[in-house]
């Protein structure tokens, strides 16, 4: 679907006036939160137009798997035009045309942009800053020859032999030498403009690496330029996001479009819808997430959330052909952790196919990509993340597994099966180690998936690009030739699975080997899988029963201390419980300390019983907190300024990733559950899922100290009740406390409130 260009512009400056500053609040150091962190949205609404329309790639990074991806998942009816270089570090020859190593580079450039398969495909013109520039463009004080700079330009169009769309003076002229000044780009723009080459084309300017530094050179060449343009990469003086918004509005207001030919982020994109960008051009690859944007933002936007301060913004499009998604992200090199809370006002949904539910927590932290996540009525995909899952072929009723017979390419012995090479194949079903799996999903909608016997992840073998190409175990590095993405088949409860890297097809293999490849798309049972969980329990690792002392009623002996002179143990939910008078703040009052370890895994799952009084300071008091000091820790409280917060951090308040809920109910037992299984957080009230969400960082992170950490000191400090800040202590008792080395399912958390 292609934007009436417009329409779109009419409808973004009668929206400009609305935009609203969304902030958030630091007291006491613990974020607070705030409305700016939740993103409403109707699943069934009309949304509104906040589309950019004219999206490219680029060969300036010369990668045939960046434009091979990008066309893949972008979809080339989408892909308007691809950016080149023009090069600066050899000189023209005595013909005045480009020398040998320039001709050499364009042309593999061209072989990339041939790859669009539209001969028409518009071309755009930037020149290859990291190559450098030979002194013969420059003069005694080193600023470009405004007349050698434009004879270049015009002698690489005319080796290609194609008009150009749009053409870059300078990139990054804040950043690289071999430039000059606003004023000399202002002389060469003249020329550009005069130009019969470029008579037709747009002329950008003046793409700064920060968009801190792009007014200044805007507005000297604002006269000549049909278009402003800047990325958003360093941000030398903070206010990444104040800067490149305002940057924008200050192009708009002179007239001009404001276009990024340097995509580099999905902040940059969201940004961009909201406050009226025409385009942009993807630097890299467009991989999975990147795609979905694309297409997704060209439908409606149902809802949109922003910090500014975290360089962090959030949004919900409902895409063209109907399907919902909801994307989060900040800058590449700048964005804290941030946790935006999606909520659905009309109706139950699933989110990652976790549901029914109204609130889901997406994840924010810098990096190129961002994170999606998918929003269905109805559960449409499983909930794959943080599960040990069978994966059974269609065709046979096969599984998957590791054939731990096979002799892999790397030399004996091999026959544990735990070596990398080892092939992967279906089988009879046995229920082996060797036959399940662990998924988990990044943010950005890949799945690795790993053997549950040998601890290795499924691989596209030697990274092939080719039809047959094998599928064998690795050792887990992250690769995207270890990464996955799943998309629904047409019959229900099937899925196909594609390599992130190939993109190709699993697939069982044609012939009667059992041997899994990869293939292209076939309308055949071969290539599609369904997912049998077949989670295995863990451990109980300590369970606080507290009838009338702090200890541990497992075998594992991880007794708690209690500290205060108030505390009691009157009756509660069965039995005794703890009564946590909560009399003072920080450490003046009544609190329980674990022992070292006690929460030291992966996954995790916490459940209490609690009846909170509130007492006279209810902001801030702990039900626990677990971690060693201020940096690193992870806490639930009732209330953080209005809703009840599970938070876990590595990098102090400002790096939290974290689950919001209503205010925990005063005065009556409640049974409270939080569960971190993969990359998947829930937080349940009562037995009632409350609020899922992303949440990347493990328990086992807080305590991984790195040797030249600040605090050389550090020593585990688990605590019920009591803060890792000088904030009060629970007031209110605590009853059946239990913590497990693994995510409960729904049911096993119901049982617990329930009983």
């Known amino acids: 679907?292609?934007?009436?260009?417009?329409?779109?512009?009419?409808?973004?400056?009668?929206?400009?006036?609305?935009?609203?500053?969304?902030?958030?609040?630091?007291?006491?150091?613990?974020?607070?939160?705030?409305?700016?962190?939740?993103?409403?949205?109707?699943?069934?609404?009309?949304?509104?137009?906040?589309?950019?329309?004219?999206?490219?790639?680029?060969?300036?990074?010369?990668?045939?798997?960046?434009?091979?991806?990008?066309?893949?998942?972008?979809?080339?009816?989408?892909?308007?035009?691809?950016?080149l270089n023009y090069f600066l570090d050899e000189p023209l020859d005595e013909n005045g045309e480009i020398g040998p190593n320039s001709r050499a580079q364009i042309d593999w450039q061209l072989?990339?942009?041939?790859?669009?398969?539209?001969?028409?495909?518009?071309?755009?013109?930037?020149?290859?800053?990291?190559?450098?520039?030979?002194?013969?463009?420059?003069?005694?004080?080193?600023?470009?020859?405004?007349?050698?700079?434009?004879?270049t330009m015009e002698a690489t169009q005319r080796y290609i032999g194609r008009p150009i769309k749009a053409v870059e003076v300078f990139n990054e002229p804040d950043f690289w030498a071999g430039y000059g000044s606003p004023e000399r780009l202002r002389e060469i723009m003249l020329l550009v403009k005069e130009s019969e080459t470029f008579r037709d084309s747009e002329i950008q300017g003046a793409s700064t690496l920060c968009s801190?530094?792009?007014?200044?050179?805007?507005?000297?060449?604002?006269?000549?330029?049909?278009?402003?343009?800047?990325?958003?990469?360093?941000?030398?003086w903070g206010q990444a996001s104040e800067n490149y918004i305002g940057f924008m509005q200050h192009v708009q207001k002179q007239g001009k479009e404001f276009y990024n030919p340097e995509l580099h982020s999905m902040a940059e994109v969201l940004y961009g819808a909201e406050y009226g960008a025409v385009g942009g051009i993807w630097w890299a690859d467009a991989l999975l997430t990147?795609?979905?944007?694309?297409?997704?933002?060209?439908?409606?936007?149902?809802?949109?959330?922003?910090?500014?301060?975290k360089d962090a913004t959030a949004a919900v499009y409902r895409a063209p052909d109907g399907e919902v998604y909801g994307f989060a992200g900040s800058f590449e090199r700048t964005g804290n952790n941030q946790s935006f809370r999606l909520i659905s006002d009309d109706q139950d949904l699933y989110f990652n196919g976790i549901g029914p539910l109204r609130n889901f927590m997406m994840s924010t932290f810098e990096g190129p990509n961002g994170g999606y996540v998918d929003i269905?009525?109805?559960?449409?995909?499983?909930?794959?993340?943080?599960?040990?899952?069978?994966?059974?072929?269609?065709?046979?009723?096969?599984?998957?597994?590791?054939?731990?017979?096979?002799?892999?390419?790397?030399?004996?012995?091999w026959s544990d099966g735990v070596e990398d090479g080892k092939n992967v194949r279906t089988a009879k079903d046995v229920d082996g180690l060797n036959q399940k799996w662990d998924i988990i999903r990044d943010r950005s909608g890949y799945f690795s998936i790993v053997n549950a016997s040998t601890g290795k992840a499924v691989d596209d073998y030697g990274w092939s690009l080719e039809e047959g190409g094998n599928i064998a175990q690795w050792a887990v590095t992250g690769n995207l030739n270890q990464q996955w993405w799943i998309e629904p088949a047409e019959d229900a409860g099937f899925f196909y699975i594609h390599n992130g890297h190939s993109n190709l097809y699993m697939e069982d293999a044609k012939n009667d080997t059992k041997n899994v490849e990869q293939g292209e798309y076939a309308d055949t049972d071969r290539q599609q899988w369904h997912f049998v969980m077949a989670d295995e329990p863990g451990l109980l690792m300590a369970h606080y029963q507290f009838d009338g002392d702090p200890f541990d009623s497992t075998d594992n002996v991880n007794d708690g201390t209690v500290y205060g002179a108030t505390y009691s143990y009157p009756g509660g939910v069965e039995g005794q419980a703890i009564d946590l008078a909560g009399t003072g703040w920080g450490h003046e009052s009544d609190y329980v300390v674990l022992p070292d370890d006690v929460a030291n895994s992966e996954d995790i799952t916490i459940a209490t019983w609690v009846y909170w009084r509130a007492g006279w300071w209810p902001v801030w008091q702990r039900i626990f907190d677990f971690g060693i000091d201020t940096d690193r820790y992870m806490y639930l409280t009732p209330t953080d300024g209005g809703l009840m917060k599970f938070s876990i951090t590595t990098r102090s308040w400002w790096d939290e990733q974290a689950m919001y809920t209503e205010q925990l109910p005063q005065n009556e037992w409640v049974h409270v559950a939080v569960t971190l299984g993969g990359n998947t957080g829930k937080l349940y009230v009562n037995g009632e899922l409350k609020v899922a969400g992303v949440i990347t960082k493990n328990p086992s992170d807080l305590y991984n100290v790195p040797e030249d950490y600040w605090n050389p000191d550090w020593e585990q400090k688990n605590y019920i009740g009591r803060s890792q800040w000088w904030d009060p202590n629970f007031n209110g008792m605590i009853d059946d406390f239990r913590i497990y080395d693994y995510a409960l399912s729904a049911e096993e958390i119901s049982e617990l409130a329930s009983d």
């Open 376 to 413: 269905d009525a109805e559960p449409v995909m499983p909930a794959l993340d943080g599960h040990r899952w069978k994966i059974v072929n269609k065709a046979g009723n096969r599984v998957l597994e590791v054939d731990v017979n096979s002799a892999p390419d790397a030399p004996a012995p």
């Open 111 to 151: 072989t990339l942009v041939s790859l669009v398969g539209r001969e028409d495909i518009p071309l755009a013109l930037t020149p290859a800053s990291e190559s450098g520039t030979d002194p013969s463009y420059l003069d005694e004080n080193g600023e470009a020859i405004p007349e050698k700079w434009l004879a």
């Open 290 to 309: 990147r795609g979905k944007l694309v297409n997704a933002v060209q439908g409606k936007r149902l809802g949109y959330g922003e910090l500014r301060w």
């Open 1 to 83: 679907m292609k934007i009436n260009r417009k329409l779109f512009l009419k409808d973004i400056s009668s929206s400009l006036s609305g935009s609203v500053l969304l902030a958030a609040l630091a007291t006491g150091g613990i974020a607070t939160a705030e409305a700016a962190d939740d993103v409403h949205f109707s699943f069934n609404g009309e949304g509104e137009t906040k589309a950019m329309y004219d999206w490219g790639i680029d060969t300036a990074w010369p990668s045939y798997d960046n434009i091979r991806q990008a066309i893949y998942h972008m979809g080339a009816d989408q892909v308007d035009i691809v950016r």
């Open 212 to 236: 801190c530094a792009a007014k200044d050179w805007f507005d000297a060449i604002s006269d000549v330029v049909t278009q402003g343009t800047t990325h958003q990469l360093a941000s030398w």
